[in-house]
C-alpha cells in the first residue's frame, strides 16, 4: 500500500466533499488511482477531461506512485 | 446674459438667436457643430452624446462667462445636444452678441474650443461596420492660446496663459496634454484628471512604464466577473485604448460579482455600461465597444490590433478561440476562469516554445463537465480576485516587469487560501502535434466551418436580450411535445424562405432539435440575403430549463 496526500480542485472537491485527504493505496499508476477514486467517490468527469499533477508538476497518468506523493487532480472550469 | 445648455431635443434656433438680441449688439455671430459620416477615415453612421450633466453644464457656465470677460461681448448662449444623433443634426450651437463684429467672432471660436476642450462629454461613434467606439470629445488645438495678448487682456483667464505644447505626436500624447490639470476643470475639480503618481514612484514603473500603458492597446474580452475588475484596473492604470468585447445584458443575478454596475443598469448592454463606466473613472482612455462574441471569421484581425488580449468569459469555446488567435497573431493572452470558491490563471505569452491553452488541454471538454455559474454557483469575491489577479498579470507583461522564468497554471483556492504554481512543459503540449502554431490553425478553421451560421446560447431568452427573433423551424408535432419557452415564430424547415420572415428586421435565430434543420435553413435563408443564425447544437444543447 501507498501513503498518498490528494488534493481536489472544482467539481471534484464538490464531489469528495473535501479539498485534500490521505489515502492509502493499493493502486501503483496515478490512473489506477483514479479510478479507484471514481468509485469511491462518485466522480462524474472522465479521466480524459482532467489534469493530473504530482508534487507541484503535471505528469503522465501512467506515472507510478511513490509512498508520500502529493496528487492534484485538476478539472477545466468555465465559469467567470 | 450667458444661458448654457444641455438638451436631448433638437434646439429651436430661432428662440436662441431672439435670446442673444441686444440694444447695444452691433454684430451676432453663431457656430453650428453638425454630426457628419467619417471620423479619422471611419465612415459614422451616426453617434450618440453623453455627459456628465452637472459638471458639464457648470463648466459650460463657466466657459461662457469667460468669453465674455476675455472679449466684451454682451450675451453669449451655447447648447449641446446629448443622446442619438444621425448624420447632418446639429450637435452643439454657440452664439454671441457683441458691439462689433470682430468680438463676436473670437469670442464665438473661444467657446467652442473651449467646450470641445473641457467638457466632459463623451460621444459613441457608430460606425457602418457595425461596431462602435466612446471618444471624449476634446481636442487640443485652441485658436485662442496663439492669440497676441488682447485689448481686455486685463481679464485673463488662467487658461489663457497655458503655453499651447508644440510637437505631440501621437493620439495618447495629444489625449494626456487634454487631461494637464491645469487646463482641464480647474482647482475644484482636480479629480478628474489622472494622476498616476502613485505607480510611477515604482522604481519598475516610472514615466516610461507610464507612457508605455497610454501607447497599449488592451482587448478585454468578456465584461463579467472576471471583466469588471480588469477593464476597471486597465482603465485606472491609465492604458490608452480599451477594447471591450460582450454580446449580454446586464442582469440582476450578475450584480453581487460584476460590482461596476448599478441596479438601475440591468437589461442594458454591458459594453455600452462598461464604456460609459471606463469614460467616468477615466476620461483619457479611448473604449471600443464589439456587442457581439469574437468569431472565428473575424477574431485574428481583431486581436491583429491589439497588444494584449484579456480573457474573461465564462464560456469554453470563447477560451479556446481566444487562444487559437492570440498563437496565431502572437498576441499575449490572460486566461482565467472560476468555479465556486477557486479559480485558475494561465498566461499565454504566444511566444515560440511557450506554452498555450491547448498543450495543457488539447479540447474543450463538453460543455456539461466544465461547470459555470449559472449552475454550479459563485461567491462575488472570487471572479473579483481572479480577475484582479488577471489584471496584475497584464500591467506585469505591458510594464515589463520581472517574471518567473517558466510558464505555468496557477490554482487559487480561496476557502482554504492555498495557491500552488504548476508549471506547464511546453515539449509535452502541442509539441507533440506540430506545435502551437498549426494546432491552433487547424483548430481555427475547424471552427470557422462549423461556426460560421452558428450562434451559441444556453437559453433562448439570451438569444432574445441580444437582439434575435427567434424562428422555431420544427415541426407541429414536435413542438407540442417540447415548446420553446420564449415568443417565436413557426415555420418548418421545409417551408422556410426569405419571404416568410422579411416582416421580422431583426437577425433571426433559427431553432431546431438538434441545429442540423437550422443550420441548412440559415445557408438557404442568408443565399436569401436574410441575417440567419442557427442555434449550435439546437434545443438539445440548451441548458435544462
Redesign the interface.
Known amino acids: 500500500m501507498t501513503r498518498v496526500t490528494l488534493q481536489y480542485?472544482?467539481?471534484l472537491?464538490?464531489q469528495a466533499g473535501a479539498?485534500s485527504e490521505q489515502v492509502n493505496t493499493a493502486a501503483s499508476t496515478l490512473r489506477d488511482l483514479y479510478a479507484e477514486l471514481q468509485a469511491r467517490h462518485g466522480f462524474?468527469?472522465?479521466i480524459d477531461?482532467l489534469?493530473v499533477?504530482v508534487n507541484?508538476?503535471?505528469s503522465d497518468w501512467n506515472r507510478l506512485l511513490s509512498e508520500g506523493d502529493t496528487v492534484?487532480f485538476?478539472?477545466?472550469?468555465?465559469?467567470? | 446674459m450667458n444661458r448654457f445648455e444641455l438638451t436631448a431635443a433638437p434646439v429651436d434656433l430661432a428662440a436662441q438667436r431672439e435670446a442673444l438680441k441686444h440694444p447695444g449688439s452691433g454684430g451676432f455671430c453663431a457656430f453650428e457643430g453638425w454630426v457628419r459620416n467619417n471620423n479619422e477615415g471611419r465612415e459614422v453612421s451616426g453617434l450618440e452624446y453623453e455627459a456628465y450633466t452637472e459638471l458639464a453644464i457648470a463648466e459650460g457656465e463657466r466657459v461662457l462667462a469667460e468669453a465674455t470677460e476675455r472679449y466684451g461681448v454682451l450675451a453669449a448662449s451655447a447648447v449641446h445636444r446629448v443622446g442619438n444623433l444621425a448624420i447632418g443634426d446639429l450637435a452643439v450651437w454657440i452664439g454671441v452678441s457683441a458691439p462689433h463684429r470682430d468680438e463676436a467672432f473670437r469670442a464665438c471660436r473661444y467657446i467652442i474650443d473651449e467646450i470641445k476642450h473641457r467638457l466632459p462629454i463623451w460621444k459613441k461613434e457608430h460606425y457602418l461596420e457595425g461596431d462602435h467606439a466612446w471618444v471624449a470629445c476634446s481636442h487640443t488645438e485652441r485658436a485662442h492660446e496663439m492669440e497676441p495678448p488682447h485689448a481686455h487682456g486685463h481679464h485673463h483667464h488662467p487658461h489663457a496663459v497655458v503655453p499651447a505644447k508644440a510637437g505631440t505626436q501621437c493620439r495618447q500624447a495629444v489625449t494626456r496634454e487634454s487631461l494637464d490639470p491645469s487646463v482641464r476643470w480647474g482647482d475644484e475639480q482636480k479629480g478628474f484628471a489622472p494622476d498616476y503618481s502613485r505607480q510611477v514612484r515604482l522604481r519598475e514603473v516610472g514615466e516610461d512604464g507610464q507612457r508605455k500603458l497610454a501607447n497599449a492597446r488592451v482587448l478585454v474580452i468578456g465584461a463579467g466577473g472576471l471583466g469588471v475588475p480588469v477593464i476597471s484596473y486597465l482603465a485606472g492604470a491609465g492604458v490608452g485604448t480599451l477594447g471591450i468585447v460582450d454580446g449580454d445584458v446586464l442582469d440582476a443575478s450578475n450584480l453581487h460579482r460584476q460590482v461596476m454596475y448599478d441596479a438601475r443598469d440591468i437589461g442594458q448592454r454591458k459594453v455600452d455600461l462598461a464604456a460609459r463606466r471606463v469614460a467616468r473613472l477615466n476620461p483619457s482612455v479611448e473604449v471600443v465597444t464589439y456587442e457581439q462574441p469574437l468569431h472565428a471569421g473575424d477574431i485574428t484581425d481583431v486581436f491583429a490590433g491589439y497588444d494584449l488580449v484579456v480573457e474573461c468569459t465564462d464560456d469554453l469555446a470563447s477560451r479556446y478561440l481566444a487562444n487559437d488567435a492570440a498563437v496565431l497573431t502572437s498576441t499575449p493572452l490572460v486566461l482565467a476562469s472560476v468555479y465556486q470558491y477557486e479559480g485558475q490563471l494561465q498566461v499565454v505569452t504566444a511566444e515560440p516554445g511557450e506554452p498555450c491553452l491547448r498543450c495543457l488541454w488539447p479540447d474543450p471538454p463538453a460543455p456539461a463537465l466544465a461547470g459555470s455559474c449559472v449552475e454550479s454557483g459563485v461567491l462575488g469575491p472570487v471572479p473579483g480576485v481572479l480577475g484582479t489577479m488577471q489584471a496584475m498579470e497584464a500591467l506585469k507583461l505591458l510594464l515589463g516587469l520581472p517574471q518567473p522564468a517558466d510558464h505555468a497554471l496557477q490554482l487559487v483556492n480561496l476557502l482554504d487560501g492555498t495557491s500552488q504554481r504548476l508549471p506547464i512543459d511546453a515539449s509535452r503540449g502541442c509539441a507533440l502535434h506540430g506545435g502551437c502554431v498549426a494546432v491552433a490553425r487547424r483548430a481555427l478553421e475547424r471552427t470557422h466551418a462549423e461556426g460560421e451560421l452558428e450562434r451559441h446560447f444556453e437559453r433562448l431568452e439570451e438569444a432574445v436580450h441580444a437582439g434575435y427573433a427567434i424562428v422555431d423551424v420544427r415541426e407541429a408535432d414536435e413542438i407540442d411535445a417540447t415548446p420553446l419557452h420564449v415568443t417565436s415564430l413557426r415555420v418548418p424547415s421545409g417551408e422556410i424562405s426569405a419571404y416568410a420572415l422579411v416582416h421580422l428586421e431583426r437577425p433571426v435565430l433559427l431553432v431546431c432539435a438538434s441545429g442540423r434543420r437550422s443550420a441548412h435553413a440559415a445557408r438557404l435563408l442568408r443565399e436569401q440575403g436574410v441575417d440567419a443564425w442557427s442555434l449550435a447544437g439546437g434545443i438539445a444543447a440548451l441548458a435544462p430549463a
Open positions: 480542485y472544482a467539481q472537491r464538490e479539498s462524474s468527469l472522465p477531461a489534469k499533477a507541484t508538476q503535471f492534484v485538476i478539472p477545466p472550469v468555465a465559469g467567470g
